[in-house]
T-cell receptor
Framework: DQQVKQNSPSLSVQEGRISILNCDYTNSMFDYFLWYKKYPAEGPTFLISISSIKDKNEDGRFTVFLNKSAKHLSLHIVPSQPGDSAVYFCAANSGNTPLVFGKGTRLSVIA | NAGVMQNPRHLVRRRGQEARLRCSPMKGHSHVYWYRQLPEEGLKFMVYLQKENIIDESGMPKERFSAEFPKEGPSILRIQQVVRGDSAAYFC??????????????FGQGTRLTVV
């Protein structure tokens, strides 16, 4: 039972263009959403989060959009840089439940 | 300001042996979480601990796995009588507040367990 789904296992984008990573969730109780970035042989690093009371949160080149009615969120990276190449995990939780992670999307930014 | 420290980074065990994975949370963090990542999978929650207490162990296998977070010292994830299916990356995370406070968790670099 996959409560958080990242349906694209991989994505390739040219340097300087926009990267859009998508995430869908099934649990309507989720009220906090996060994106983590992971390089090989390292632990996930927190990137950006959004509460369900908002529909957008921006931090530099990274913006997360939340569409509660569609149970969908997305991470936009613009402009994309080669150093952004990594696996991106979407995560969500509600109340005092543990973070539930998607399977990740591998982003490759091509110079 | 050291991050979450996990050791060892790599651990090889023969089937039937015990594996002990250690995690020292970030300074000031009293909430620790263990996750497991199987190849090509996301991170699966295992257990959530505070000092001397297990808060949520809903993701822990019922047998062979145990976790503790003593008053002094690191959190330990213990796997007894390991089997090949236990081979995975085990990540520890910590946070200053619990899940109920909508706060992010900070992850360590993980321990890669290989059972041969």
């Amino acid at each position: 039972d996959q409560q958080v789904k990242q349906n694209s296992p991989s994505l390739s984008v040219q340097e300087g263009r926009i990267s859009i990573l998508n995430c869908d969730y099934t649990n309507s109780m989720f009220d906090y959403f996060l994106w983590y970035k992971k390089y090989p042989a390292e632990g996930p690093t927190f990137l950006i989060s959004i509460s369900s009371i908002k529909d957008k949160n921006e931090d530099g080149r990274f913006t997360v959009f939340l569409n509660k009615s569609a149970k969908h969120l997305s991470l936009h990276i613009v402009p994309s840089q080669p150093g952004d190449s990594a696996v991106y995990f979407c995560a969500a939780n509600s109340g005092n439940t543990p973070l539930v992670f998607g399977k990740g999307t591998r982003l490759s930014v091509i110079a | 300001n050291a991050g979450v420290m996990q050791n060892p980074r790599h651990l090889v065990r023969r089937r039937g042996q015990e594996a002990r994975l250690r995690c020292s949370p970030m300074k000031g963090h009293s909430h620790v979480y263990w996750y497991r990542q199987l190849p090509e999978e996301g991170l699966k929650f295992m257990v959530y601990l505070q000092k001397e207490n297990i808060i949520d162990e809903s993701g822990m296998p019922k047998e062979r796995f145990s976790a503790e977070f003593p008053k002094e010292g690191p959190s330990i994830l213990r796997i007894q009588q390991v089997v090949r299916g236990d081979s995975a990356a085990y990540f520890c995370a910590s946070s200053p507040l619990g899940f109920s406070q909508n706060t992010e968790a900070f992850f360590g670099q993980g321990t890669r367990l290989t059972v041969v």
